[in-house]
């Protein structure tokens, strides 16, 4: 299995920064994707960032200019510099990691449990 640890979330004024971080550790063979989505109450999860294995990064036109994914492969950890942060992007943060846990098996999906993000105005 893949296991996701994430840190670096709470509670933030208008205009401050944040730093996630999210660890996969267990049986990897390789990282071929690597992002950060979010939700909040009510709402579909949606995708804020994500940083593919060879480096391009795609951002959700909201968090763009303000918001930075980066990937430490060695660690097989991901970050999400958050600046500039507006209370609209309070929210719980979701690690998402596509893996391959063999060479001769297709990659998947695995998940972190979430962490709260907190932007108050």
């Known amino acids: 299995q893949v296991q996701l640890v994430e840190s670096g979330g709470g509670l933030v004024q208008a205009g401050g920064s944040l730093r996630l971080s999210c660890a996969a550790s267990g049986s990897i063979f390789r990282i071929n994707a690597m992002g950060w989505y979010r939700q909040t109450p009510g709402k579909q999860r949606e995708l804020v960032a994500a940083?593919?294995?060879?480096?391009?990064?795609n951002y959700a036109d909201s968090v763009k200019g303000r918001f930075t994914i980066s990937r430490d492969n060695a660690k097989n950890t991901v970050y999400l510099q958050m600046n500039s942060l507006k209370p609209e992007d309070t929210a719980v943060y979701y690690c998402?990691?596509?893996?391959?846990?063999?060479?001769?098996?297709?990659?998947?999906?695995?998940w972190g449990q979430g962490t709260q993000v907190t932007v108050s105005s």
């Open positions: 940083i593919t294995s060879g480096g391009p990064t």
């Open positions: 998402n990691v596509v893996a391959q846990q063999l060479w001769t098996t297709p990659p998947n999906n695995y």
